[in-house]
């Protein structure tokens, strides 16, 4: 499969720990998306990279969120002292540059228990 | 703030009859609109945006922006449609990230 790839698919941690999810775009896709999903809800914004730079972040990203993408490639989110609010589907979408069409990955659920 | 709503949250046809997946939109800009569909056990994908003007898998989908609407309809529904189908808007001014509507779930019953 050469789409999109999210690891974990499913993380089930206890809440006060730190989790750390990592996202393999398509390769040469400038732009990496994350959203979160909770359950019957659409997609959500959290952050998009262009190659390794962070351009915007959604105020939905407290400040126990933190996404990289060091080296324009691969990204990771963590999320610090969860809680079980953070409990959702966390995916992951690439695009080639500005304007083209998002792919997605499969996403991981995290449940926080 | 730019808002997509889908009022359905599900949808139970028969097989054969025609489909109408509703979705409004607010936005101060020009927008542009896509469907995306989550089939079951498999990963979001688009289905089609506005811009192409494309039939996909018989889908068709019209701008209308007096009304801002962004209706998905299909003349026949066949069973392979159920899935989930979510309607999104892109943010030209923050790196194209996408709005989603809430979902609707599409039932095609044999």
């Known amino acids: 499969d050469t789409g999109v790839s999210q690891d974990p698919r499913h993380k089930i941690t206890k809440r006060g720990q730190n989790v750390t999810f990592r996202c393999d775009p398509i390769?040469?896709?400038?732009?990496l998306y994350w959203y979160r999903q909770t359950l019957g809800q659409g997609p959500e914004f959290l952050t998009y990279?262009?190659?390794?730079?962070?351009?915007?972040k959604s105020r939905l990203l407290s400040d126990r969120f933190s996404a990289e993408r060091p080296k324009g490639s691969f990204s990771t989110l963590e999320i610090q002292r969860t809680e079980q609010g953070d409990s959702a589907m966390y995916l992951c979408?690439?695009?080639?540059?500005?304007?083209?069409?998002?792919?997605f990955g499969q996403g991981t659920r995290l449940t926080v228990v | 703030a730019q808002r997509v709503t889908q009022p359905e949250k599900l949808l139970s046809v028969f097989k054969g009859a025609p489909v109408e997946l509703k979705c409004n939109y607010s936005?101060?800009?020009?927008?542009?609109l896509f469907w995306y569909v989550q089939y079951s056990r498999q990963r979001l994908q688009l289905l089609l945006r506005h811009i192409s003007r494309e039939s996909i898998k018989g889908f068709t989908a019209d701008l209308n922006k007096g009304e801002t609407s962004f209706h998905l309809k299909k003349p026949f529904a066949q069973e392979e449609d159920s899935a989930m189908y979510y309607c999104a808007l892109m943010n030209n001014n923050a790196g194209n990230m996408l709005t989603f509507g809430g979902g609707t779930r599409l039932m095609v019953k044999p």
């Open positions: 979408a690439s695009s080639l540059e500005a304007n083209t069409e998002a792919f």
């Open positions: 390769s040469e896709h400038n732009r």
């Open positions: 936005y101060s800009g020009s927008p542009e």
């Open positions: 990279f262009q190659n390794e730079a962070q351009l915007e």
